[in-house]
């Protein structure tokens, strides 16, 4: 019995010596320490900067947004096709490349009869609305007459004969060769001209008609082999 009690006292000692050491320890560690959390150590650091930052990543820098994908370019507008002018341009004359002065102009039979045309000032009164049916000598017509005749026509003073004479082989309608019957046709001048006709020849006065119908914007051109002169002449 005595042996056990002392047993206990000696454990009560030292459980009390343990008890007065522990509490010694912890009172030996400054209060800076304790204040610091070095009794309650804090989280592990795995969960702060740098251990936390996600992979890829540099240490204190943000992680990268990612990129935003690419808006799809906008398709170009086709250009609007450019509006056909309603109107004809300033000073162009709607088919003045195929009136009657245009087309004697063009025809290498006819060089005589546009230089007579022109010197008698009938150039644009052919060239209007109309509709006319020129017999229009050839060259060879005018080549016919005797050599001083056509030169004197051309000069300036005998204007007002070569219009008459001009004048004489137009008729104020259009007239296809078919449609010629025989007899008078009256023309611009004023005088008649007699027609004749047998099967597809057609003559006027003496001319022979050796090219029917060339087709003008504004009547109808029969090409003669003669110079037709007014009966009054």
Do not use: C
Request: negative net charge; charged residues 10%.
């Amino acid at each position: 019995m005595t042996k056990m009690h002392n047993q206990s006292i000696s454990l009560k000692r030292l459980a009390g010596w343990l008890g007065v050491v522990g509490v010694s320890i912890v009172a030996g560690f400054p209060i800076v320490a304790q204040s610091q959390g070095i009794l309650n150590p804090r989280p592990s650091i795995f969960n702060e900067p740098p251990y936390n930052q996600a992979p890829g990543t540099t240490p204190g820098t943000t992680p990268p947004v990612a990129p935003t994908a690419p808006t799809a370019p906008t398709a170009p507008t086709a250009p609007t096709a450019p509006t056909a002018p309603t109107t004809p341009p300033t000073g162009a004359t709607p088919d003045a490349a195929n009136n009657i002065v245009a087309l004697a102009a063009a025809n290498t039979s006819f060089k005589t009869l546009t230089a007579a045309l022109q010197a008698a000032g009938l150039t644009e009164t052919l060239s209007g609305t109309g509709p006319f049916t020129v017999f229009a000598p050839t060259d060879e017509a005018f080549a016919a007459l005797p050599q001083d005749a056509l030169q004197e026509l051309l000069r300036p003073e005998n204007r007002q004969l070569l219009v008459q004479i001009l004048t004489y082989h137009v008729v104020p309608a259009r007239v296809q060769s078919t449609e010629l019957q025989p007899g008078e046709v009256q023309t611009v001048e004023g005088e008649a001209v007699n027609v004749k006709t047998s099967g597809n020849q057609v003559t006027v006065n003496d001319a022979r008609v050796v090219q029917p119908d060339i087709q003008a914007s504004n009547g109808v051109i029969h090409a003669i082999d003669r110079v037709l002169l007014p009966p009054n002449l």
